[in-house]
């Protein structure tokens, strides 16, 4: 095979233009599989993101008048605001390590040679499975 120019090419520059035709082909049809999802990631993410930054910054749904950042100001003034934000850390600060601790005491039960093992996993991870 000859180059343009008329000059014959080497058997590695075939395969390497060959090896570039096959990577752009392949990330053509990579592509082609990734778009409907990345359209599901825009549609069903991002378009309705910015569509909330948009209407929090407006005086109410149906009013659209620019209020700013007024909304924002407002929320994190309210008592009722502060309080349920303290009380969903507090929560979360004892539900979760309380979850994992009792999660991790139950594997340890599951694994010791225990007197009723057998029957507790018959009762208790059967449930589980059904």
Known sequence: MTKPGGKAMS???????????RKRSEWLVS?????PSLA?????????????LVTSTQKSVT???????????AVLGNQAFILATKNTFL????AVPLAVILA???ALLLNT???GRSWFNKREIGRAHV
């Open 11 to 21: 058997v590695r520059q075939l395969r390497k233009k060959g090896r570039g035709r």
């Open 31 to 35: 592509t082609a599989y990734l778009l």
């Open 40 to 52: 599901g990631v825009v549609l069903f993410f991002f378009l309705p993101l910015i569509m909330i």
């Open 63 to 73: 009013n659209s008048d620019f209020v700013g950042m007024d909304n924002y100001s």
């Open 91 to 94: 929560f979360s600060a004892l």
């Open 104 to 106: 991790l005491l139950l």
């Open 113 to 115: 040679e225990i007197p």
